[in-house]
């Protein structure tokens, strides 16, 4: 038992200097006399209408003077341009473009993303999501820690405010996956490839070493992009900054059950690179780390034993730093036992799926 103890201890450690260690965009300000560069904030769209307005009147706030908006319509078989047009409203930063028809090969998104960069003329691009929302001064914070850390690339995790009960379950583990297992200091000063972590949200890239590293082209057919994108920096000696930016940027990124669902099992094992072994030795794991120490804490309560006790105690301690880090509001580290459970169906759903080669579907495309 006491080495049982030892690894919470060891784990919230590790989780409190990952915290600290961890770059913060609010902790940064570009300096009245720096120059402005262009930014070219880069927005792919497939059937995004719920999400028009909300996007479109965030970049609308923005405070950084010498931006561009480039909008891909993938194709949109919704309301989605209509929703652009009406929302746009003859804004001359912003620019909507077609998308091509999908190449054999490429993954949709990253086939949206290569269109956009081409037709971006910043100095830097920001790739975000159609369901981002930026915070006023975000492009200002973002390019000043880029500054101050050398980044040729920072990404980070949004803040993610969560809707339905599944959402609320596994959404918020991203935040958990970083901040408990990935060296964060390690993964901001070596240029390890493995060492990283990213999320396609928010990347903004310095367009040189974008062009450096081969862009877009050359993850086209990745389903976790982000992260091969990342990797691929790190292999061209490029910098990469992970960056806790929920201060200013949030996601909304599922509407409802079916679609988180459908969301993770498409990424899950493939960002676990397609491996059973993983999959098996995570689910182990999880289970020994985040549902075993409940049935001992209540055995403890009855038997006196603190040991039993203060494992379950010290894990919801840890999910609530890491949920006050990154502005997750609420009590939902308190679920932390049913969110491994059922981030362990997940991964096992998402495996099974890829072993009968059933592939993944997402906004109306088909990917093994």
């Known amino acids: 038992m006491i080495y049982y103890m030892l690894l919470f201890i060891f784990m919230l450690l590790l989780t409190i200097v990952n915290i600290q260690a961890m770059p913060r965009l609010n902790r940064y300000k570009l300096g009245s006399k720096i120059p402005q560069p262009l930014i070219s904030i880069l927005i792919p769209m497939r059937n995004e209408e719920r999400n028009v307005k909300r996007i479109i009147s965030?970049?609308?706030?923005?405070?950084?003077?010498?931006l561009e908006c480039v909008i891909l319509d993938d194709q949109s078989t919704d309301e989605t341009r209509t929703q652009l047009l009406k929302e746009i409203h003859g804004d001359s930063r912003f620019t909507i473009i077609e998308g091509k028809e999908l190449k054999e090969g490429w993954v949709g998104k990253v086939h949206a993303c290569h269109q956009l960069s081409q037709a971006a003329s910043g100095d830097y691009l920001l790739f975000i999501d159609a369901d981002v929302q930026l915070k006023e001064r975000t492009l200002e914070h973002t390019l000043?820690?880029?500054?101050?850390?050398?980044a040729a690339l920072l990404t980070g995790f949004p803040r993610f405010p969560v809707k339905t009960w599944l959402e609320a379950l596994v959404v918020p583990l991203q935040h958990v996956i970083v901040f408990?297992?990935?060296?964060?200091v390690v993964a901001n000063r070596n240029k390890m490839s493995k060492a990283s972590a990213a999320h396609g949200a928010f990347m903004f890239i310095k367009k040189e070493a974008y062009e450096i590293a081969g862009g877009h082209e050359a993850v086209k057919s990745s389903l976790v992009e982000d992260v091969h994108l990342a990797q691929l920096f790190k292999k061209k000696k490029q910098r990469v900054i992970l960056a806790n930016i929920t201060s200013h940027v949030s996601c909304y990124m599922y509407e409802t059950t079916e679609e988180v669902w459908k969301g993770f099992a498409k990424n899950i094992f493939v960002g676990l690179g397609r491996s059973a072994k993983a999959v098996w030795v995570l689910s182990v794991f999880f289970t020994c780390y985040y549902v075993l120490p409940l049935p001992f804490f209540i055995a403890g309560i009855f038997t006196?034993?603190?040991?039993?006790?203060?494992?379950?105690?010290?894990?919801?301690?840890q999910r609530f730093l890491i949920d006050r880090s990154a502005q997750q509001k609420g009590l939902l580290f308190l679920t932390m036992p049913a969110s491994a459970i059922v981030l362990m169906l997940l991964m096992n759903h998402s495996m099974k799926r890829e072993r009968k080669k059933q592939?993944?579907?997402?906004?109306?495309r088909h990917y093994q």
């Open 144 to 150: 000043a820690t880029a500054q101050a850390t050398k």
């Open 58 to 66: 965030s970049v609308k706030g923005l405070t950084y003077s010498n």
């Open 359 to 364: 592939g993944y579907e997402w906004k109306g």
């Open 180 to 184: 408990s297992y990935l060296p964060v």
């Open 304 to 317: 006196g034993n603190i040991l039993w006790i203060l494992p379950f105690c010290i894990m919801l301690f």
